[in-house]
């Protein structure tokens, strides 16, 4: 079992939907990274949280440590938004690293 | 600012030929690491960084080494580059540990045949 679980793996919607990408882990972590790659390759930090719930314009993270679970929602999604989401975790221990989900690639359909 | 660049951006290698993979910050971060990225798979940590002439492995580092002289530079030498290496490649940076954000360079791709 990997370390950091995202479901779904691949997400296609319509425009204007609201959507949810979920991560799962099972470690111990400081804090929980999400990310965003686009189709062109490049990777740039979403959020970085260790509690509680965080948002960015249209984007909103939130982390569950009990439950050990965080998900991104993003809302009014716009065809701009299509990209793979990538969840990573630094974990309580050597936390100099990073261990990242598979990601979840987004479409989204005008 | 430039951030975090890397060079070259696309290479092809023949089988048992070097190279090395340049990495460079311009935001005086401690941290860097190098990550390869494969279809499917999540990035995974190859070498990292935490100062000028510290480094250690990550959770894939046979096949390469680095070397850290300098505060902005973090080459990855790979030495006698077998068919397993093509990946796409990104250098990251982060002022101090993974708690907190780290900052991607564009990524290389490389394939080796």
């Known amino acids: 079992k990997n370390e950091v679980e995202q479901s779904p793996q691949n997400l296609t919607a319509q425009e204007g939907e609201f959507i949810t990408i979920n991560c799962s882990y099972s470690v111990g972590i400081s804090a929980l990274h999400w990310l965003q790659q686009h189709p062109g390759g490049g990777i740039v930090s979403l959020f970085m949280?260790?509690?509680g719930k965080k948002k960015h314009g249209r984007l909103i993270a939130t982390i569950n440590i009990q439950e050990k679970h965080s998900s991104l929602h993003i809302t009014a999604s716009h065809p701009r938004d299509s990209a793979v989401y990538i969840c990573a975790v630094a974990s309580n221990f050597g936390n100099e690293k990073l261990t990242f989900g598979t990601g979840t690639r987004l479409t989204i359909i005008p | 600012n430039a951030g975090v660049t890397q060079t070259p951006k696309f290479r092809i290698l023949k089988i048992g030929q070097s190279m090395t993979l340049q990495c460079a910050q311009d935001?005086?971060?401690?941290?860097m690491y190098w990550y390869r990225q494969d279809p499917g798979m999540g990035l995974k940590l190859i070498y990292y960084s935490v100062g000028a002439g510290i480094t250690d492995k990550g959770e894939v580092p046979n096949g390469y080494n680095v070397s850290r002289s300098t505060t902005e530079d973090f080459p990855l030498r790979l030495e006698l580059a077998a068919p397993s290496q093509t990946s796409v490649y990104f250098c990251?940076?982060?002022?101090?540990?993974?708690?907190?954000?780290?900052?991607f360079g564009p990524g290389t791709r490389l394939t080796v045949l």
């Open positions: 949280l260790s509690s």
């Open positions: 990251a940076s982060s002022y101090s540990t993974a708690g907190i954000e780290q900052f």
């Open positions: 935001m005086n971060h401690n941290y």
